[in-house]
């Protein structure tokens, strides 16, 4: 039962324009999320987080937001550029008490010059 | 964030044999935790590792497959036993971060033949 999903496995987007990756989760008790990113042949970076009180976070370029009663949430990066293109991973941090993150299965992002 | 190294980076084992991954960080840490990717999956949670205690291990995982060690606050490994193919995943070590972020090693690629 794959908890946190990310049902697109791959996205292209030009240069310059706005990527949107998605997420959706199923457990509504959870309530802090995070977004990692992860090149070839590197472990998964941290991104940008967001807790369950707010619905929009902003980092640079990065901007995740959170939709609770959808529970869904997405990363909008703009504006794009090649570097970008990696294997981007949503997380949602389980409400079990314990530090375990519940991992989607990643969207392949790729920008073309 | 923390500097996290692995070893090995890539291994190719025979069945039955078993392999110990070592997980470097340059501060001292409480918790560091072992994930697993296998192909095309999301990152789960094998355990966690305090300093001085027994690993915690999540459903699915147990001790005799996937022994850890954490004698300091800078090393863990995680050995893999008795190996089959179904054992070839990405493993990575990971560390908490200020605000429940989660820092990762570049992770040990181990095929299984």
């Known amino acids: 039962d794959q908890q946190v999903k990310q049902n697109s496995p791959s996205l292209s987007v030009q240069e310059g324009r706005i990527s949107i990756l998605n997420c959706d989760y199923t457990n509504s008790m959870f309530d802090y999320f995070l977004w990692y990113k992860k090149y070839p042949a590197e472990g998964p970076t941290f991104l940008i987080s967001?807790?369950?009180?707010?619905d929009k976070n902003e980092d640079g370029r990065f901007t995740v937001f959170l939709n609770k009663s959808a529970k869904h949430l997405s990363l909008h990066i703009v504006p794009s550029q090649p570097g970008d293109s990696a294997v981007y991973f949503c997380a949602a941090l389980s409400p079990s008490g314990t530090y375990k993150y519940i991992f989607g299965t990643g969207t392949r992002l790729k920008v073309l010059a | 964030s923390a500097v996290i190294s692995q070893k090995p980076s890539r291994d190719i084992c025979q069945r039955g044999t078993s392999l110990t991954i070592q997980c470097q960080v340059d501060?001292?840490?409480?918790?560091m935790f072992w994930y697993r990717q296998q192909p095309g999956q999301s990152l789960t949670l094998i355990a966690t590792a305090n300093q001085g205690s027994e690993a915690t291990y999540e459903s699915g995982f147990v001790i005799d497959k996937f022994p850890i060690s954490r004698p300091n606050l800078t090393f863990s490994t995680l050995t893999v036993s008795n190996m089959s193919p179904e054992d070839s995943s990405i493993y990575l070590c990971?560390?908490?971060?200020?605000?429940?972020?989660?820092?990762f090693g570049p992770g040990t690629r181990l095929t299984v033949t």
């Open positions: 990971s560390v908490e971060g200020t605000f429940g972020e989660q820092y």
């Open positions: 501060s001292q840490v409480t918790m």
């Open positions: 967001i807790s369950s009180i707010k």
